[in-house]
Nanobody, 127 residues
């Protein structure tokens, strides 16, 4: 069992920055690939970013490329999502998720592939 706790969300203005954190506990974090997803009420959960076990592969949704950066610190069992130049359309609940994998360099973009999820953190961007 892996427990994930997100933090760092909040209410900001267009153009501002935020850094989300996802603290993992319960298993060896380095055995897991990680992803960030977001969801707006009434819409499906959408992929935002993912990172491989070894941190060498990152993948981003087209809507956030160039603005969001995902990273991980295995010593701290924490994943991060640095968000800059935030837009109103980035407003959502952001969820982190992890997937156990034997493939060190593979990242995963589908929510159905992930085994464990955090409770979410709200990001609100206003103009």
């Amino acid at each position: 069992q892996v427990t994930l706790v997100e933090s760092g969300g909040g209410s900001v203005q267009v153009g501002d920055s935020l850094r989300l954190s996802c603290l993992a506990s319960g298993r060896t974090f380095s055995n897991y690939a990680m992803g960030w997803f977001r969801q707006v009420i009434g819409k499906e959960r959408e992929f935002v970013a993912s990172i491989s076990r070894n941190g060498g592969t990152t993948t981003y949704a087209d809507s956030v490329k160039g603005r969001f950066t995902m990273s991980r610190d295995d010593a701290e069992s924490t994943g991060y999502l640095q968000m800059i130049s935030l837009k109103t359309e980035d407003t959502a609940v952001y969820y982190c998720a992890v997937k156990f994998t034997y493939f060190a360099s593979r990242s995963y973009n589908s929510a159905t592939e992930y085994n464990y999820w955090g409770q979410g953190t709200q990001v609100t961007v206003s103009s």
